[in-house]
């Protein structure tokens, strides 16, 4: 079956770095397109950054020029690296294999705060 699984959440301070990871079992991973999401408090799921297939990213504005997608077919993982963290990125992050059915992970926490 289809897994996606989440690492590499935390407290981190403003201005500070994290990677998040997801690894994928159960499908194909290097013919799907993957994405980002998260969700803050209050707030609705959000697209956060997606990469095609074919390795073509796309960014949400708060975050283009801070955060990087990234995928290595060879570990079926999906990463994102989070720079120049602020207190508004906080919120759980989730991986999303996109297509239909989709498929997400269980999220992974990002606090951001001094």
């Known amino acids: 079956q289809v897994q996606l699984v989440e690492s590499g959440g935390g407290l981190v301070q403003p201005g500070g770095s994290l990677r998040l990871s997801c690894a994928a079992s159960?499908?194909?991973?290097?013919?799907?397109?993957m994405s980002w999401y998260r969700q803050a408090p209050g707030k609705e799921r959000e697209l956060v950054a997606y990469i095609t297939s074919g390795r073509s990213t796309n960014y949400a504005d708060d975050v283009k020029g801070r955060f990087t997608i990234s995928r290595d077919n060879a570990k079926n993982t999906v990463y994102l690296q989070m720079n120049s963290l602020k207190p508004e990125d906080t919120a759980v992050y989730y991986c999303?294999?996109?297509?239909?059915?989709?498929?997400w992970g269980q999220g992974t926490q990002v606090t951001v705060s001094p």
């Open positions: 159960g499908f194909v991973f290097s013919l799907y397109g």
């Open positions: 999303r294999r996109n297509g239909r059915p989709d498929f």
